[in-house]
């Protein structure tokens, strides 16, 4: 028995008297604004196999209490409220639904810890609750409790700890994505396998200790040859780029380790990573030249080397990006001038080559692109000569900026 309330703008809080329900199988909940806690009763129902109650407010509850100011105000209270919100957690008596294989609490505001008897329930596959305020550790020995796990996601959180190596039991695994933690510690290398995993998500966390080894479990992850997107921004990671990455599946789609202090060069056989749409590198100390071989990536429509240390000329085999749409190159050192094949990249919005070296002039192929629609930022360079004519069609642009790098002498 289903009991199917999606989403029908139904708030309020849901009855203790859900637990006589025994009969249900499946309760779907999400994208209502129901509130208060999540009833414990819900501990009763042992037949249920599915639970979601996501985008809804379970974890809030909003109190309006008098304030006072001191003052004898008591025939006036009710116009000064002090509203004060408290966050609820998940109860433990969800642990008793042993037959629960799908438990979906996306954005619901709930605090505390996710209770330990959750992770026990072994029949579960499918597991995500992410945007909380959850915190505490992910359990060491999950991968052996959960070893059924196809989804598992508590990204945009507050859990704390390491990444369990268990987790590579878990041979099921097609999502894991906690980004937006504070997670600590290294990448197990045993997440090699995973052979049915095609995402990883764990960007904005502490993972790293800003040394040669952080980037070791690269060397496993040609093994997860469904592979589609590597979320590694935004973490402590150090090292060179590792050449394993050109060995990554050719599925990916998505690669990204921007924000972290990696150093060397992009490898060369970047190009094997054919079904490439964007590539993040920015914020890092990466060096050398962009090789040629990016031309090759026919599907980029997004590339970011923002912020690191590339330098000789922009490689002409950009304009080959046909797809491309941003183009980030900031805060570099390149030199030469403005490739003119850009103009190849007939859906370019906003190339960003401010802060480098690069002079001569602008190409009137680059700034006549009809797609330039949020910036070009050229700022902060040598460039010289007039503004070619073109620049009278970008009636779409919303900023362009060709101020001069000052030479201080």
Known sequence: MVLNLKPLNLFGSIPPSIGNLTYLTEIHLQNNSFHGEIPQEMGHLLQLQLLNLSYNSFGETILLEPFHLGLETSLLWPLFRLVKTIFKSIPEDLGHLTGLGRFILTQNNLSGVVPPSIYNISSMFYLTFTVNQLHGNLPQDIGLA??????????????????????????????????????????????????????????????????????????????????EVLGMGSNYFAGELPTSIVNLSSYMRIFTISGNFIHGNIPNGIENLVNLI?????????????????????????????????????????????????????????????????????????????????????????????????????????????????????KNLGELDISRKQVIR
């Open 146 to 227: 959960l070893s059924n796990l196809k989804v598992f996601a508590g990204g945009v959180n507050k859990l704390t700890g390491p990444i369990p190596v268990s987790l590579s039991n878990c041979s099921a695994l097609e999502v894991l994505d906690f980004a937006q933690n504070d997670i600590i510690g290294t990448v197990p290398d045993t997440l090699g396998r995973l052979r049915n995993v095609y995402r990883i998500n764990f960007e904005n966390n502490r993972l790293g200790h800003g040394n040669a080894s952080d980037l070791n479990f690269f060397r496993s992850l040609p093994n997860c040859s469904v592979l």
């Open 278 to 394: 964007l590539l993040g590198l920015g914020n890092n100390q990466l060096g050398g030249s962009v090789p040629e071989a990016i031309g090759k990536l026919h599907k980029l429509q997004v590339v970011s080397m923002d912020g690191n240390k590339f330098s000789d000329s922009i490689s002409l085999s950009l304009g080959n990006l046909t797809s491309l749409t941003i183009l980030l190159m900031q805060e570099n050192m390149f030199e030469g001038t403005i490739p003119h094949s850009l103009g190849n990249c007939k859906n370019l919005m906003t190339p960003n080559l401010s802060s480098n070296s690069l002079n001569g002039t602008i190409p009137r192929e680059v700034i006549g692109l009809s797609s330039l629609s949020i910036s070009l930022p050229l700022s902060d360079n040598f460039l010289t000569g007039a503004l070619p004519s073109e620049v009278s069609l970008l």
